[in-house]
C-alpha cells in the first residue's frame, strides 16, 4: 500500500499552520494551538480535529506547501476508526457505490465526457458545445473520491485503480484515445491531485471541464449572447482539490456575460453546502449551512444560483428555487447564453 505523500519535517517549519488555522468549522486560540493539533495528527495520534471536522476538503487548498493535510487527516481518522458518518450510513454507501459489473465495451469517440455516477444528467452533453461526443457514466466508473467524507482512504485505493482500468479497457484503449473530459470537479480531482498524492498511475489524460467549455467558447464565440446577469456561485468541496481552475471558471463567466457576485462565501471562503453534513445525520449543522448559503447569494441580488457539483446541487436546488433564484449547471448556463 502507498503511503500519502507527505513530508512531517514541511509541517515542523510551518510557520502559519494555514490549514487548520483557516478552517471554518473548527476554532483555535492561536496558531501555537492548531501547532500542536496538526503535530498531533502527524505522529499518528487522537487529536480532537479527527472528530470535529466536516470534511469539507478545504485545508488542501489552504495549505501553501501542498502537503496534503486533508488526505493526513482521512487515513489517521481510518486508522483510529473515528468514522465521521454512522457505521450503518457508511455501509450502505458502500454497497450503493459499489461496482456493478454493467459496463459493455464500446467504441467512443473525441471528446470522451466522464459524467462519473450521474448518468441523470447525460441529458447536459447536447448542442454544438458537445458536438461529436461520446458519454460514459455509471457506478463501474465511479471515480471514489467521496470516500474522503466517510474515513475510508481504504476504499479509495482498492476501488481507483479499478474504475481507472474499467475506463481504459471498456472505453477508451481500443478506441485509441487518450484525453477524457471530467464533468465533475470530483473526477478531476482524482485523476490529477488525489492519484498523485496516494500514487495511482493514471493512464489518460484528464481535461477539466472549465477547460473544455472555456475551448469551445473561443470557437463558438459568433453564437455567444451575453447573459448580462448576477450569478452566485455554490463553489463545490471537490474544487478544492483542483483550485487553478477557479479563474478558468471566471473566464468562461466573463465571455457569457454571468456577473460573479462577490459572495461572502465564494472561492477560499467558500461554504459547504450541507450536503455532507445532513449524509453524516448532522441535521443542525446542514441547517445552518444551507440557510448561512442562501442568505448569502440574496444579499448579493444574484438572478442565477450556479453549481458545477450535482450534489450541492441536489442538496441545494429546491431550497434555493423557492427563494427565488435560478439553479442551473455551469454548463447548462453556458447552454443558455449560446442559445441551446
Ligand atoms: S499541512 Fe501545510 S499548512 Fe498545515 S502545517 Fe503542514 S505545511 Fe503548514
Ligand atoms: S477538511 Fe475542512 S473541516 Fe476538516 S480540517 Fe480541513 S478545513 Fe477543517
Known sequence: MNAIVFDPTV???????????????????????????????????????????????????????????????????????????????VAEQLKMMAFKGRLARAPVASPLINMCAFPMLTGSIRGRLYEGA?????????????????????????????????????????????????????????YTTLAKAYGIDVPFRPIHLFDYINGRLDDLADRIKPLNQVVAYQRGCSNRLCPETDAVLDEIFEKIGAIRAPRKYDRENALCCGGVPRAHQRDEFADDLVERNISDMLDVKAVYCVFNCPFCMATLAQEVAERGLMPILVSDLVQAALGE
Not at 466508473?141 to 485505493?157: E, T
Request: net charge negative; aromatic share 10%.
Open 11 to 89: 509541517c515542523a517549519a510551518c510557520k502559519t499552520v494555514d490549514c487548520l488555522m483557516n478552517c471554518q468549522y473548527i476554532s483555535f486560540g492561536d496558531v501555537a494551538e492548531a501547532k500542536k493539533e496538526k503535530q498531533k495528527i502527524n505522529a499518528g495520534k487522537e487529536s480532537r480535529v479527527l472528530h470535529e471536522c466536516l470534511t469539507c476538503y478545504a485545508c488542501q487548498e489552504y495549505c501553501p506547501n501542498h502537503n496534503n493535510p486533508f488526505f493526513v487527516l482521512v487515513e489517521l481518522q481510518e486508522k483510529l476508526g473515528l468514522l465521521p458518518a454512522p457505521r450503518p450510513v
Open 134 to 190: 461520446s458519454v460514459i457514466a455509471g457506478t463501474d466508473i465511479f471515480c471514489n473520491v467521496m470516500w474522503l467524507h466517510f474515513a475510508k482512504n481504504s476504499v479509495i485505493r482498492e476501488r481507483v485503480p479499478k474504475a481507472i482500468d474499467n475506463i481504459m479497457s471498456f472505453f477508451m484503449k481500443d478506441s485509441g484515445l487518450t484525453d477524457m473530459v471530467c464533468f465533475h470537479d470530483e473526477c478531476y480531482g482524482t
